[in-house]
């Protein structure tokens, strides 16, 4: 069962996600906030699997709460009204593992609440692109060569796994994991696994 936390400064809006993810056989609400703060206490209170934030909030925005719930083991999903490309990058930095809107379709919502539970960066395909060409991020327009165990590599990367993981997937030794990790970033033009990620997501490689 995905234990799943809304913070949302509408009730009607708190109201209708509740409604639509209780249908849901695998996922149920455990609480509602009205404000960054009070999700950022609740979230240490309940320890929720999953977080669905909005970003503009009283007392503490999104932001702020996602920089509060640094290192927090909730994955947090940025779940906004407000199409503002430049909220994208600092959202994901402070650590949000996925950005989406709230005219997503319900479906794809739930889908996207699995998603991130078991591992994956999600992004809504405005955000992915604000994202990959904010000034800075240094991706390439096209995808570039990759060999079919980098490729691979890109792929767990992509769908959250640690290099210790990608070792055991792979049957291979974690010091050569990091090695394809190093090489896929300077290939890709990328600063992190996440701008990585992205990437893969954009470019169909995940």
Not at 88 to 102: I, N
Not at 122 to 138: H, K, N, T
């Amino acid at each position: 069962m995905i234990r799943v936390l809304i913070a949302d400064d509408h009730p009607v809006v708190r109201q209708g996600l509740r409604t639509f993810l209780d249908l849901q056989d695998d996922i149920t609400v455990v609480g509602e906030a009205g404000d960054g703060a009070q999700a950022v206490e609740l979230v240490a209170e309940l320890a929720p699997d999953v977080l669905l934030l909005d970003l503009r909030m009283p007392v503490l925005d999104g932001l702020g709460a996602l920089e509060r719930l640094s290192g927090a083991t909730t994955r947090i999903v940025v779940l906004t009204s407000v199409s503002d490309p430049s909220d994208v990058g600092p959202a994901m930095r402070a650590g949000a593992a996925g950005f989406l809107y709230k005219d997503v379709d319900p479906p794809a919502l739930v889908q996207a609440v699995r998603a991130v539970h078991g591992g994956q960066v999600l992004l809504a395909p405005e955000a992915a692109e604000a994202m990959l060409s904010s000034r800075g991020g240094g991706v390439a327009p096209a995808p570039v060569p990759l060999t079919e165990r980098e490729r691979e590599v890109l792929a767990l990367i992509a769908a959250g796994r640690s290099n210790r993981e990608i070792a055991r997937s792979l049957a291979v030794a974690e010091k050569t994991v990091k090695t394809h990790v190093s090489n896929v970033l300077m290939k890709l033009g990328v600063q992190d696994r996440t701008q990585a990620a992205l990437y893969a997501v954009r470019h169909g490689l995940a």
